[in-house]
């Protein structure tokens, strides 16, 4: 992480759900110092001073880090590759704003899961980017098994939990299960107890199995519609209940392919401060088209779209610049759009340090110009 004293300045502040203009930031130790407006900047001593406008454009604005709560790989790597895939993976997406990431893991063995979240633990410990693991499987449904082995999927039993909490040595951050699945009321439990966010995902639960869910403790919606039953006017199912709970935030993966544009926008409006935009990024993000591996799936990727031999979408070749540029597009405004990259996502894993610039918050930050591109990314301490 960046320890120089910095001010950036002469920027639109998109932060906490507003924009300030002419604005300026002060960091010293990798944490925001001072704010404001106007020229005050010019009294106050930093390593470097950044001239937004000439990184960006005049039009040039800066906002928190982005925080990735769902995603599997990128620049060609599967995070199932090990730890230089892990961090090759990080190094595309904090390219692209990404500035700390849960790592997911798709369905694997007893043994594989219980290796990798090792591994996922012992990275945690040494890059403050690496928020710590995500298992999106192995306790999923069947049925919306998505590109996930159905043949790795299992029973979310006593024994299974506990191994996996062992193993991670206080790294799991979340877990995504179908609540229909025998014992996953008790799971939820469980797994909350242990401080772990519980995702409702991949799954057949209809609205009252899912408010279950939530009453239960899990407090996150895996991918909105995917991998689940849709929004029907008499069987609304899991994302009306979601929105309808003021305690869950809402995965969308914002790539135009596995939500509608007109979703996007829908769902932003139905629970306002609840949205986090996610990749559910896999290897081919940052890469080129071809056949990548997901888990123990073979993936193929055409004009950026991932998908299994029937047709499933596995995953997104998604960055989360490219999912602000979406959310944009489809009519989101600019401020609530970032705050389902940073603050929303921060706040859900319990780490409201991150997702800010306010005074006190660790000084992650992107730059970005009128086109909503990255110009620069900025990383602060924690």
Same mark, same amino acid.
């Given at each position: 992480?960046?320890?120089? *004293?910095?001010?950036?300045?002469?920027?639109?502040?998109?932060?906490?759900?507003?924009?300030?203009?002419?604005?300026?930031?002060?960091?010293?130790?990798?944490?925001?110092?001072?704010?404001?407006?106007?020229?005050?900047?010019?009294?106050?001593?930093?390593?470097?001073?950044?001239?937004?406008?000439?990184?960006?454009?005049?039009?040039?604005?800066?906002?928190?880090?982005?925080?990735?709560?769902?995603?599997?790989?990128?620049?060609?790597?599967?995070?199932?590759?090990?730890?230089?895939?892990?961090?090759?993976?990080?190094?595309?997406?904090?390219?692209?704003?990404?500035?700390?990431?849960?790592? *997911?893991?798709?369905?694997?063995?007893?043994?594989?899961?219980?290796?990798?979240?090792?591994?996922?633990?012992?990275?945690?410990?040494?890059?403050?980017?690496?928020?710590?693991?995500?298992?999106?499987?192995?306790?999923?449904?069947?049925?919306?098994?998505?590109?996930?082995?159905?043949?790795?999927?299992?029973?979310?039993?006593?024994? @299974?939990?506990?191994?996996?909490?062992?193993?991670?040595?206080?790294?799991?951050?979340?877990?995504?299960?179908?609540?229909?699945?025998?014992?996953?009321?008790?799971?939820?439990?469980?797994?909350?107890?242990?401080?772990?966010?519980?995702?409702?995902?991949?799954?057949?639960?209809? @609205?009252?199995?899912?408010?279950?869910?939530?009453?239960?403790?899990?407090?996150?919606?895996?991918?909105?519609?995917?991998?689940?039953?849709?929004?029907?006017?008499?069987?609304?199912?899991?994302?009306?209940?979601?929105?309808?709970?003021?305690?869950?935030?809402?995965?969308?993966?914002?790539?135009?392919?596995?939500?509608?544009?007109?979703?996007?926008?829908?769902?932003?409006?139905?629970?306002?401060?609840?949205?986090?935009?996610?990749?559910?990024?896999?290897?081919?993000?940052?890469?080129?088209?071809?056949?990548?591996?997901?888990?123990?799936?073979?993936?193929?990727?055409?004009?950026?779209?991932?998908?299994?031999?029937?047709?499933?979408?596995?995953?997104?070749?998604?960055?989360?610049?490219?999912?602000?540029?979406?959310?944009? @597009?489809?009519?989101?405004?600019?401020?609530?759009?970032?705050?389902?990259?940073?603050?929303?996502?921060?706040?859900?894993?319990?780490?409201?340090?991150?997702? *800010?610039?306010?005074?006190?918050?660790?000084?992650?930050?992107?730059?970005?110009?009128?086109?909503?591109?990255?110009?620069?990314?900025?990383?602060?301490?924690?």
């Amino acid at each position: 992480m960046d320890d120089l *004293s910095r001010i950036v300045h002469s920027v639109r502040l998109v932060d906490g759900g507003t924009e300030t203009p002419d604005a300026w930031i002060h960091v010293v130790a990798g944490r925001v110092a001072a704010s404001g407006t106007g020229d005050a900047w010019r009294g106050l001593d930093a390593d470097e001073v950044v001239d937004a406008r000439e990184v960006a454009g005049d039009a040039a604005l800066l906002t928190p880090g982005f925080v990735d709560l769902h995603g599997h790989g990128g620049g060609g790597r599967a995070h199932e590759e090990g730890r230089d895939a892990i961090l090759a993976a990080r190094a595309l997406h904090l390219a692209h704003g990404t500035t700390r990431a849960v790592v *997911s893991l798709v369905a694997g063995s007893p043994a594989d899961l219980q290796t990798r979240l090792g591994v996922i633990a012992d990275l945690a410990e040494t890059d403050a980017s690496v928020l710590g693991a995500h298992l999106e499987g192995p306790f999923l449904d069947p049925g919306h098994h998505g590109a996930h082995d159905p043949a790795l999927l299992v029973h979310p039993t006593p024994d @299974a939990i506990e191994a996996l909490i062992a193993a991670a040595r206080g790294s799991l951050v979340q877990v995504t299960l179908a609540p229909e699945l025998p014992g996953g009321r008790d799971a939820i439990a469980r797994l909350t107890r242990a401080g772990v966010v519980v995702a409702v995902g991949h799954t057949s639960a209809d @609205a009252d199995l899912a408010r279950d869910a939530f009453e239960a403790g899990a407090t996150l919606l895996t991918h909105a519609f995917n991998a689940m039953p849709g929004l029907h006017h008499r069987a609304p199912g899991p994302v009306a209940a979601a929105t309808g709970d003021p305690r869950v935030t809402i995965e969308v993966i914002a790539d135009g392919v596995h939500v509608h544009p007109d979703v996007i926008r829908i769902l932003f409006a139905a629970a306002p401060g609840r949205i986090a935009l996610v990749t559910d990024a896999m290897a081919a993000a940052g890469a080129t088209d071809g056949t990548y591996r997901l888990g123990s799936l073979s993936v193929r990727v055409q004009a950026g779209v991932a998908r299994l031999a029937d047709g499933t979408i596995a995953g997104s070749t998604l960055t989360q610049d490219a999912a602000l540029r979406t959310a944009v @597009a489809a009519g989101v405004a600019l401020p609530d759009a970032v705050t389902a990259l940073t603050s929303t996502p921060a706040r859900t894993i319990g780490r409201p340090e991150l997702g *800010s610039l306010a005074v006190g918050a660790v000084a992650d930050a992107v730059l970005l110009d009128a086109g909503l591109q990255v110009r620069r990314v900025f990383t602060g301490t924690v």
